[in-house]
Nanobody
């Protein structure tokens, strides 16, 4: 049974930083590319970033490129998102999931509870 548990969100001032973590279980973590998605109030869930199964490939949405960094630990089955220079428009609930490379579609139907990030102006 796939389980994804996100944590690390919070309230931060614009320009600040946060580091999100996602603990994964129920599948062979090291075989999957992993990604972060976010959903702002009243909007659809959008792709944010992806990291390849071995950690050597990363890709970011234009809105977060050069500000966010995705990383992973295949021993601890965790994926992280370091978010710097945060903007109010980054306010959203952040989720992790396995990702299909190329189209960046989430692989698992089940999602974790997400972690709320709120950036105050």
């Amino acid at each position: 049974q796939v389980q994804l548990v996100e944590r690390g969100g919070g309230l931060v001032q614009a320009g600040g930083s946060l580091r999100l973590s996602c603990a994964a279980s129920g599948f062979t973590f090291s075989n999957y590319a992993m990604g972060w998605f976010r959903q702002a109030p009243g909007k659809e869930r959008d792709f944010v970033a992806v990291i390849g199964s071995g950690g050597g490939y990363t890709y970011y949405s234009d809105s977060v490129k050069d500000r966010f960094t995705i990383s992973r630990d295949n021993v601890k089955n965790t994926v992280h998102l370091q978010m710097n220079s945060l903007k109010p428009e980054d306010t959203a609930v952040y989720y992790c999931n396995a990702v299909m490379l190329g189209n960046y579609i989430p692989q698992f139907a089940s999602w974790g509870q997400g972690t709320q990030v709120t950036v105050a102006s």
